[in-house]
């Protein structure tokens, strides 16, 4: 009996070996560089059509990477930009899409009041392959679907980067 009980211990330490070792985790992640190009180029493509926004953008946690707000961008655009960001990287979709779903979905009706959330359109998350590495919030422009348009041009400029 002492023989089955050693191995059934010698077993479970093998087991919760194993399994620590799987805890650990290789995540893909924004770099500051590249959150400054993204945050620039969305401000250059909202001013380029006339709009004075704020740019942030959030790694694959929602913690602020960069920051640019354009001359004479309102000052509500600095807490939309980031609340936008969140969302998108914390549901790990464009915020645009969650709005739709809260919309038409009644079980989705409290999404909007989760602490941080912002549900406008406006949200994009930033991906490298098929790993969300954070979001790009935009607030500012005439509208959320005009915030988005500026965030999906700046991604589109530095595509090259998030291979």
């Not at 936008?84 to 979709?93: E, G, L």
Request: aromatic share 4%; glycine share 10%; hydrophobic share 40%.
């Amino acid at each position: 009996m002492n023989k089955i009980f050693l191995s059934l211990i010698a077993s479970s330490v093998a087991l919760a070996a194993g399994t620590a070792t799987a805890q650990v985790r290789t995540e893909k992640n924004i770099s500051s560089a590249l959150a400054q190009e993204i945050a620039t180029e969305t401000v250059n493509a909202c001013s380029a059509k006339g709009y004075n926004v704020t740019a942030t953008v959030v790694d694959r946690a929602g913690l602020t990477r960069s920051v640019l707000r354009a001359d004479n961008a309102g000052p509500h655009t600095l807490s939309a930009s980031y609340k936008k960001a969140y969302t998108s990287a914390s549901a790990r979709n464009n915020t645009s899409a969650i709005l739709e779903t809260v919309q038409k979905t009644p079980a989705s009706q409290y999404l909007p009041e989760i602490e941080g959330f912002l549900v406008l359109g406006g949200g994009v998350p930033i991906r490298s392959g098929n790993d969300v590495i954070g979001a790009v919030g935009v607030g500012g422009a005439p509208g959320g679907h005009l915030d988005e348009q500026c965030a999906v041009a700046a991604l589109d400029k530095v595509k090259d980067k998030l291979q």
